[in-house]
């Protein structure tokens, strides 16, 4: 085919593609589409993965102390949870052309990223609360929102996603209310893990509108719906309230009511150590990456083992056939 | 030791191996060699929690003390905690957890077929749900025995010396003593000392198509079912009962 018909051909794919997103319609995998929306879907979906997945650490780090068997048990299945969400997400991110492989790879090698939020460290009992409660509860509000998101794979994933986290988060309020509810060491003890999570929560949802270089595409192409400042104020909206329910202060002397703008009005978000956690210093994020990385280099006589056993048990069927 | 007695104790050990052998899978979370063993281990540690919360949850009622599931499990000391030693040693590597699930799962897929058709109707509801849990369970280690022993020469080998030093450990699942009696008697529990034999043929057959060698040492470490453990349960319960003893009187 000459050029000029290749470029003729790209350009009525292009077209196609933008005529379905136009139409709401779901992208699929094996529909046309830019290189540009394959790698953004690329890094956002195995970016994802990744966060459910490290984000296993600071929870399990009070697997063996949570201090009932109920206790326990949520924190565990909750656990579970998120090892299922890094699994389906894995997998729709190689409905675009990657292997898992190849994302632990991309991982550890510091070219893929995961939530910054699980680079800070989970320190009394109250922190596996304010984990469900804020954290997840921040990452719902983002994934409610991409549960429209254009890439189908995705978009099915975050459906299924977004019923098991609000469990997390109702767990984690739960675990905040009780403490609440207790003695004044347990009171201390939440409040502390309040302090510590709120300001790292509102980060999660990205630098504000005018700084986000990556809203242009993302829009376009309906992968990003909501925008990183309306999807924050969603978050504080509601959880403002949680907050005064059972008695803790958030910890923003500037958090008011804005009965203009419908939202509350918050302090300034220290973005210095936003970027300094991002860019590699935050208090856990080696110790993060060097668990990954020794654990996977551990398991790696095991999945070497089990490739072999399938190898050779695919030659023995083959040989009894023939 | 009266028959109460007799069957708080019973019931005690049973869900003892439960609890701190879900503490050492539980432990697998986000250390498997692959996210799709961290979420089985996990599971697997859920199911152990589970079969724990019933039998200490009826160990409780049948003293009759007014202690609880979580009493039991968070304020009792190590000389009071009745599992078998092999419950509480250390993961070690994939190969060692997997041959402890092997033994301790084929042991529990004869005892809980037996507990199941016992006189007392909570243990054998109790044994009923467990058995479907323990079926998954040994397949699961058995398919992991195989890939391991009949895999590469490096986790044959690490799969024969899991195999070697667990096994002096296995023999201390059959002891039956004055408790064992008056179970059998008093609700038609199961003589761990008669399954032996259904166990060596079960475990054997599976060791030898893993192309592993079978042990034969006759050596045997015992204690636990009557409170004596391995330096190991001591850190355990240090670590599992922490906010309890630091917080004596909050509520979780």
């Known amino acids: 085919m000459e050029l000029k018909e290749q470029t003729a051909v790209q350009s009525d794919l292009l077209k196609s593609f933008e005529e379905k997103i136009g139409r709401d319609d779901a992208i699929e995998p094996k529909d046309k589409m830019p290189d540009a929306y394959r790698k953004h879907l690329i890094r956002q979906i195995s970016q994802h993965a990744h966060s459910e997945v490290i984000g296993m650490q600071p929870e399990g780090n009070w697997i063996t102390r949570a201090p009932s068997l109920r206790a326990k048990q949520i924190l565990l299945a909750k656990i579970q949870d998120e090892g299922g969400h890094g699994l389906y997400l894995y997998s729709a991110a190689e409905t675009l052309g990657i292997s898992r492989s190849e994302m632990i790879e991309q991982l550890h090698s510091g070219k893929a990223k995961y939530s910054n939020i699980f680079n800070y460290p989970a320190l009394n009992w109250a922190d596996i609360g304010a984990i469900g409660w804020l954290v997840d509860g921040a990452a719902i509000v983002n994934q409610v929102s991409l549960q429209r998101t254009s890439y189908g794979p995705y978009s099915r994933a975050m459906v299924r996603i977004c019923k098991e986290e609000s469990f997390h988060q109702r767990q984690g309020y739960e675990i905040m209310a009780k403490m609440m509810a207790g003695t004044a060491d347990q009171r201390e003890m939440a409040q502390d893990a309040m302090n510590r999570w709120w300001w790292p929560a509102l980060m999660m949802f990205g630098p504000h509108d005018s700084e986000s270089p990556r809203s242009g595409d993302a829009f376009k192409w309906k992968i990003k719906r909501q925008s990183n400042d309306e999807l924050r104020a969603k978050f504080i909206d509601k959880t403002v309230q949680q907050a005064e329910v059972i008695g803790l202060t958030i910890p923003d002397k500037d958090l008011k009511w804005n009965e203009a703008r419908g939202h509350y009005d918050h302090g300034p978000i220290d973005w210095n150590e936003f970027y300094n956690v991002i860019n590699g210093n935050g208090p856990c994020n080696k110790q993060r990456m060097d668990h990954h990385k020794r654990v996977h280099a551990e398991g790696a006589w095991v999945r070497e083992a089990a490739e072999a056993y399938r190898a050779k048990k695919e030659k023995q069927l083959f040989q009894s056939k023939n | ?252």
């Open chain 2, 1 to 252: 030791m009266n028959q109460q007695e007799a069957m708080f104790k019973y019931c005690l050990r049973l869900g003892d191996n439960a609890l701190i052998r879900s503490y050492r899978l539980s432990e697998w979370c986000s250390n498997a060699p692959i996210l799709e063993e961290d979420l089985a281990l996990t599971n697997f540690a859920l199911d152990m929690i589970g079969r724990a919360q019933a039998l200490l949850g009826y160990a409780g009622q049948i003293e009759g003390k007014g202690r609880t599931d979580d009493d039991l499990a968070y304020r009792r000391g190590e000389r009071s905690f009745y599992n078998v030693l092999l419950t509480e040693l250390p993961n070690q590597d994939f190969a060692y957890t997997m041959a402890r699930e092997l033994y301790l799962s084929a042991f529990e897929y004869f005892y809980y077929s037996g507990l199941a058709g016992s006189k007392d109707a909570t243990l054998a509801a109790i044994a009923a749900k467990t058995l479907k849990e323990i079926k998954y369970h040994l397949s699961h280690a058995t398919d992991w025995v195989l890939r391991l022993g009949d895999g590469t020469a490096e986790s044959h080998a690490k799969m024969q010396t899991a195999v070697d030093d667990l096994w002096p450990y296995a023999s201390e699942l059959f002891e039956s003593d004055a408790v064992d009696a008056a179970m059998i008697s008093a609700i038609g529990a199961p003589d761990p000392a008669a399954l032996k034999d259904s166990w060596m043929k079960h475990v054997s057959a599976i060791l030898k198509e893993a192309t592993l060698d079978v042990p034969t040492t006759m050596y045997t470490h015992t204690g636990g079912r009557n409170g004596i453990h391995s330096e190991n349960l001591g850190h355990i319960l240090a670590e599992m009962q922490f906010l309890p003893h630091a917080y004596p009187d909050a509520k979780w």
